[in-house]
């Protein structure tokens, strides 16, 4: 069984910063890639933004300049630098990560619960 738990959402006002943390834990073989999606009320769940075992990033072109992604790979864990933060930014951001479990051939998709990004106006 795979885990991921996200931290670091809250409430911001405009122009502010917040840092987002997810852990994964569990039988974790191996993790392809990680990444952020949000979801405002409403609204489907969109790509924010992702990065790859081997460093490579992808950004949704509204996030580009504002928010970047790294990743600790000692620790399984991602995060998302948010700067410059906008009202219309408000949703729940959730951690994808594409996992191979040990003792499993294949990868999959997981997804954490989700974490409150509140930005005011």
């Known amino acids: 069984q795979v885990h991921l738990v996200e931290s670091g959402g809250g409430l911001v006002q405009a122009g502010g910063s917040l840092r987002l943390s997810c852990a994964a834990s569990?039988?974790?073989?191996?993790?392809?890639?990680m990444g952020w999606y949000r979801q405002a009320p409403g609204k489907q769940r969109d790509l924010v933004a992702t990065?790859?075992?081997?460093?490579?990033?992808n950004f949704a072109d509204s996030v580009k300049g504002r928010f970047t992604i790294s990743t600790d790979n000692a620790k399984n864990t991602v995060y998302l630098q948010m700067n410059t933060l906008k009202p219309e930014e408000t949703a729940v951001y959730y951690c994808?990560?594409?996992?191979?479990?040990?003792?499993?051939?294949?990868?999959?998709?997981?997804w954490g619960q989700g974490t409150q990004v509140t930005v005011s106006s």
């Open positions: 994808n990560a594409d996992v191979r479990p040990g003792g499993s051939r294949w990868s999959s998709p997981y």
């Open positions: 569990g039988r974790i073989f191996s993790i392809n890639a």
């Open positions: 990065i790859t075992s081997g460093g490579s990033t």
